[in-house]
């Protein structure tokens, strides 16, 4: 589990050096009062520490005049090519050094801060913070493995059992949803259409929100919303506890994903799921895939690119328009389009190959209208099969039943013949026994009987 901000302020106070313990604090204190988030502070708190640590009790932060003392502690998150052969490394290097340039430039420029006028823009970086940052290869923190398509979300979907997960687990690739901003969506942010809904995310996330649209992850929202124990409040947070309705943390989200991926290893591990193509999908996903939060924001963004131009897909990421972000997000792949085109261009067939069709992320019931989603067999409104499988249950069913009835029509004359060879003994036992019958033959008394 990630540490607690909690917790990394607690062991602040370990920090060999006392000056430094201090400073950190009063930098933590700068970074509450400047709104920053608390992903965020623990985050820069957890970098500084660490830096205090390495320098040891002898050194202040006072005492760091020169790159080279900052490149010494920098360096000690290089790793081995065999160790890291992609060089992820290069990431967490530059990561530590921007939340190191962030507090030498606070502590160079600290009594700037406590002046009612000042101005970061105005905050001066010192020389021996100017360094450059590492340059990687690696365009992207995910490679095409650990991606998603929809498809395999929506089988993983399936077996999570709470109705909100499943709504969730949608709404990330809907909306290229960061944790935080499924937290503060609100009711009253979505607009529910007849077959699909629309709406914003607030305007007090990372990016300041922005138009959404829900397809995939409509039917489950609509259908938790019909649950939601605050459904008639607006103001109430969609994605909520399920306790009391309360708020709830975007680490929380972590958690719902890590707790999925284990009852599907359960599932797996005690032969729960019977049918082999699906385990074996599922298998699959479980070794290949990154299951968490960015990695799904990352496989939508990266399946809108496959479709979207580039100026829509920052439109629907909420980037600006100036945004390099697409380079880190939008993979240099093939997409299904591209790849029909091509095909097709060289005399091969694809009419034929389900991969390069699109499919449906909603089923439409036929009969009344209604949005259902992909696991749904049948309609949640009206029962009507919305696919062949369905059709094959029902006439399995139906024979099923039409069998039971002639195995106890059956029954019901084999009962009906058994007690009439018994009454027929008894009489003919009872004639036996009486003499004056006993003369009499059994086809004159049937006779006289039938008459």
């Given at each position: 589990?990630?540490?607690?901000?909690?917790?990394?302020?607690?062991?602040?106070?370990?920090?060999?050096?006392?000056?430094?313990?201090?400073?950190?604090?009063?930098?933590?204190?700068?970074?509450?009062?400047?709104?920053?988030?608390?992903?965020?502070?623990?985050?820069?708190?957890?970098?500084?520490?660490?830096?205090?640590?390495?320098?040891g009790?002898?050194?202040?932060?006072?005492?760091?005049?020169?790159?080279?003392?900052?490149?010494?502690?920098?360096?000690?998150?290089?790793?081995?090519?065999?160790?890291?052969?992609?060089?992820?490394?290069?990431?967490?290097?530059?990561?530590?050094?921007?939340r190191?340039?962030?507090?030498?430039?606070?502590?160079?420029?600290?009594?700037?801060?406590?002046?009612?006028?000042?101005?970061?823009s105005?905050?001066?970086?010192?020389?021996?913070?100017?360094?450059?940052?590492?340059?990687?290869?690696?365009?992207?923190?995910?490679?095409e493995?650990?991606?998603?398509?929809?498809?395999?979300?929506?089988?993983?979907?399936?077996?999570?059992?709470?109705?909100?997960?499943?709504?969730?687990?949608?709404?990330?690739?809907?909306?290229?949803?960061?944790?935080?901003?499924?937290?503060?969506?609100?009711?009253?942010?979505?607009?529910?259409?007849?077959?699909?809904?629309?709406?914003?995310?607030?305007?007090?996330?990372?990016?300041?929100?922005?138009?959404i649209?829900?397809?995939?992850?409509?039917?489950?929202?609509?259908?938790?919303?019909?649950?939601?124990p605050?459904?008639?409040?607006?103001?109430?947070?969609?994605?909520?506890?399920?306790?009391?309705?309360?708020?709830?943390?975007?680490?929380?989200?972590?958690?719902?994903?890590?707790?999925?991926?284990?009852?599907?290893?359960?599932?797996?591990?005690?032969?729960?799921?019977?049918?082999?193509?699906?385990?074996e999908?599922?298998?699959?996903?479980?070794?290949?895939?990154?299951?968490?939060?960015?990695?799904?924001?990352?496989?939508?963004?990266?399946?809108?690119?496959?479709?979207?131009?580039?100026?829509?897909?920052?439109?629907?990421?909420?980037?600006?328009?100036?945004?390099?972000q697409?380079?880190?997000?939008?993979?240099?792949?093939?997409?299904?389009?591209?790849?029909?085109?091509?095909?097709?261009?060289?005399?091969?067939?694809?009419?034929?190959?389900?991969?390069?069709?699109?499919?449906?992320a909603?089923?439409?019931?036929?009969?009344?209208?209604?949005?259902?989603?992909?696991?749904?067999?049948?309609?949640?409104k009206?029962?009507?099969?919305?696919?062949?499988?369905?059709?094959?249950?029902?006439?399995?069913?139906?024979?099923?039943?039409?069998?039971?009835m002639?195995?106890?029509?059956?029954?019901?004359?084999?009962?009906?013949?058994?007690?009439?060879?018994?009454?027929?003994?008894?009489?003919?036992?009872?004639?036996?026994?009486?003499?004056?019958?006993?003369?009499?033959?059994?086809?004159?008394?049937?006779?006289?009987?039938?008459?």
């Amino acid at each position: 589990m990630p540490q607690k901000l909690t917790t990394t302020i607690g062991k602040i106070s370990r920090v060999p050096n006392p000056i430094n313990s201090s400073i950190i604090l009063e930098f933590h204190r700068y970074m509450q009062s400047s709104g920053c988030s608390e992903k965020n502070q623990n985050n820069n708190l957890k970098a500084i520490s660490a830096f205090a640590n390495f320098i040891g009790p002898d050194v202040s932060f006072y005492d760091i005049h020169s790159r080279e003392q900052i490149r010494c502690y920098l360096d000690t998150k290089i790793k081995r090519t065999e160790q890291d052969p992609e060089e992820k490394w290069i990431t967490t290097w530059n990561d530590y050094l921007n939340r190191i340039k962030l507090f030498f430039r606070w502590l160079s420029n600290r009594q700037s801060t406590e002046t009612s006028d000042f101005n970061k823009s105005e905050w001066k970086t010192p020389d021996f913070v100017q360094i450059k940052e590492k340059k990687s290869k690696r365009r992207s923190p995910y490679s095409e493995n650990d991606i998603w398509d929809r498809d395999e979300l929506l089988t993983i979907v399936k077996y999570e059992p709470l109705l909100r997960n499943k709504a969730a687990l949608t709404l990330f690739w809907d909306l290229d949803a960061r944790n935080h901003e499924l937290t503060t969506l609100r009711i009253g942010n979505i607009r529910l259409r007849e077959r699909y809904a629309e709406g914003e995310i607030p305007y007090n996330t990372k990016t300041g929100g922005g138009p959404i649209l829900l397809t995939s992850s409509f039917p489950y929202v609509r259908d938790w919303l019909n649950k939601h124990p605050f459904k008639n409040t607006p103001q109430a947070r969609l994605i909520c506890s399920m306790r009391n309705g309360a708020p709830i943390k975007p680490e929380a989200l972590w958690t719902m994903i890590k707790q999925l991926r284990k009852r599907i290893e359960r599932m797996i591990k005690n032969g729960s799921i019977a049918e082999q193509e699906e385990r074996e999908n599922l298998e699959y996903l479980l070794r290949t895939k990154k299951w968490n939060p960015y990695c799904l924001r990352h496989s939508a963004i990266t399946d809108d690119s496959d479709y979207l131009p580039e100026f829509a897909v920052k439109k629907k990421a909420r980037w600006s328009m100036n945004s390099r972000q697409g380079s880190r997000y939008i993979k240099s792949r093939m997409g299904a389009d591209l790849r029909r085109t091509i095909l097709s261009r060289n005399g091969i067939t694809v009419e034929d190959d389900e991969t390069l069709k699109p499919k449906p992320a909603v089923h439409d019931c036929p009969r009344c209208n209604l949005v259902n989603t992909l696991e749904n067999k049948y309609c949640s409104k009206c029962s009507y099969p919305l696919i062949p499988e369905a059709y094959e249950e029902i006439k399995a069913n139906e024979d099923l039943k039409l069998k039971v009835m002639e195995d106890k029509h059956k029954q019901d004359m084999d009962a009906m013949r058994e007690e009439m060879n018994q009454q027929f003994n008894q009489i003919m036992s009872m004639i036996q026994q009486n003499p004056i019958l006993a003369q009499v033959k059994p086809e004159a008394l049937t006779t006289k009987k039938i008459e």
